[in-house]
């Protein structure tokens, strides 16, 4: 089994930053793609920002130029830093880890974290 940990949310002002962590433990040979995806109230999941493991990232239109992902594939653990927060941004943000092989040539399967809560106060 594999599990998804993420730290780092929080509450800032209108403005500020935050980083999340999302680290991958268990049993774990690769993982493809890692990520982030947010919901708001009464809003659907939506994707933030995903990155391969070569390091090719997406993102969504409204957190470009202020967000920015990265990956340690050594450590199986993604980042998110967040930078020029608004209200709109408030939500559970949840880690993504797509593709998870145990073992070499293994099912690949997809895993969520717990999700965090980021609060933007205006």
């Known amino acids: 089994q594999v599990q998804l940990v993420e730290s780092g949310g929080g509450l800032v002002q209108t403005g500020g930053s935050l980083r999340l962590s999302c680290a991958a433990s268990g049993r774990i040979f690769s993982i493809n793609a890692m990520g982030w995806y947010r919901q708001a109230p009464g809003k659907q999941r939506e994707l933030v920002a995903t990155?391969?493991?070569?390091?090719?990232?997406n993102y969504a239109d409204s957190v470009k130029d202020r967000f920015t992902i990265s990956r340690d594939n050594a450590k199986n653990t993604t980042y998110l830093q967040m930078n020029s927060l608004k209200p709109e941004d408030t939500a559970v943000y949840y880690c993504y880890a797509g593709g998870v092989r145990n073992i070499i040539r293994g099912v690949r399967r997809d895993y969520w974290g717990q999700g965090t809560q980021v609060t933007v106060s205006s």
């Open positions: 990155i391969t493991s070569g390091g090719s990232t």
